[in-house]
């Protein structure tokens, strides 16, 4: 019963509209933020900030998702996506981004393989056939 592995497609861990939290977040799982966060956030599952969320400084999940505002240095291993409400301000690393009409993006950015294609195996090499 206390031996099960942590769910990473599951929001174990809200920050509420009244909170702010000042310093680190480790999580195995899903956080969602619609208060504040001033510090660094580093999750296997994902991040959503809400519309009133905002997060400032460094950010690594595997998908991220704004509808409020993040400011610093953030990494998605598989999709960014900034919602029509959302604003995101700083350097962006990811596997691929979606950018809704309205939202606004204001820094660097850099694409990477997403997740899921870095770990498929690779084709074996072609064996030559003797003559």
Do not use: C, W, Y
């Amino acid at each position: 019963m206390f031996n099960k592995k942590p769910q990473v497609d599951s929001v174990d861990t809200i920050i509420g509209a009244d909170t702010t939290l000042e310093g680190k977040i480790h999580s195995k799982t899903s956080l969602r933020v619609e208060g504040k966060i001033h510090g660094d956030v580093h999750v296997d599952g994902d991040v959503t900030v809400g519309k009133e969320g905002s997060l400032d400084h460094t950010v690594s999940a595997r998908n991220i998702t704004i509808a409020g505002s993040i400011e610093g240095t953030l990494e998605a291993s598989e999709k960014l996506h900034i919602l029509s409400s959302g604003h995101f301000k700083g350097k962006a690393t990811m596997g691929s981004i979606e950018i809704e009409e309205g939202a606004t993006f204001e820094g660097e950015s850099g694409m990477t393989a997403p997740l899921k294609e870095k770990t498929k195996a690779k084709p074996e090499a072609v064996k030559e056939q003797p003559q």
